[in-house]
């Protein structure tokens, strides 16, 4: 595809009930319109199918999957949003990282570090979570990846947090990944 097909994109999220064959269904619908999934994410939750897309193309090509997508959706049973967007402009930061943290499931951990995150600055680029039981006792984990501003300490960002791991009774590791 050449590069001025790239100047249109559109976020594409489908949820349905998991089941074999949904995935190639809507990435054959995608290339039939002549569009570019240029980054995508897959994940079941619950019995929940959950596919969100980005694709890029030119004008026509999103036009013609925002029109096909409807009919498509309702064959598949799936439930769609579409939204065009623009490419994102990375603002500057001085390295990537990612945090795994785990400890006993405790109601609002999750919401207290991503505050943290977001009272510093921080932009979270990717983000999963799950429960999982252990030793008879239901057990959190999270795994973000995330870009330190250059106005940001980052030693200063990891003491912080070391102190919020403590009162969250959380272990953690930050990598550095870029």
Same mark, same amino acid.
């Given at each position: ?16 009930? *998991? ?5 190639? !269904?809507?990435? /054959?619908? %995608? ?12 994940? @079941?939750?619950?019995? !929940? ?8 193309? *030119? ?15 309702? #064959? ?13 402009? /990375? ?13 006993? &499931? ?6 207290? %570090? ?9 932009? @979270?680029?990717?983000?999963?979570? *799950? ?21 940001? *300490?980052?030693?200063?960002?990891? %003491? /912080?947090? #070391? ?7 959380? &272990?953690? @590791? ?5």
């Amino acid at each position: 595809m050449t590069t001025h097909h790239t100047n249109h994109q559109l976020v594409l999220t489908a949820i349905g009930e *998991d089941r074999s064959g949904i995935v190639g !269904e809507l990435t /054959q619908l %995608v290339s039939d319109c002549n569009c570019n999934i240029i980054d995508s994410r897959i994940a @079941i939750l619950g019995n !929940e199918f959950t596919f969100i897309m980005l694709l890029a193309g *030119d004008m026509a090509s999103i036009s013609r999957v925002e029109h096909t997508l409807p009919a498509k959706s309702m #064959e598949l049973g799936l439930l769609t949003m579409m939204k065009r967007t623009s490419s994102h402009q /990375q603002g500057e930061f001085s390295a990537g990282y990612t945090l795994e943290y785990e400890g006993l &499931d405790s109601p609002g951990t999750l919401s207290k %570090v991503t505050r943290y995150f977001a009272a510093q600055g921080v932009s @979270i680029c990717s983000l999963k979570s *799950d429960t999982f039981e252990q030793d008879d006792e239901l057990h959190m984990r999270c795994e973000l990846e995330f870009n330190i501003p250059v106005d940001v *300490d980052i030693d200063n960002f990891k %003491v /912080q947090f #070391e102190d919020l791991s403590h009162a969250l009774n959380v &272990d953690y @590791i930050f990598r550095r990944i870029r």
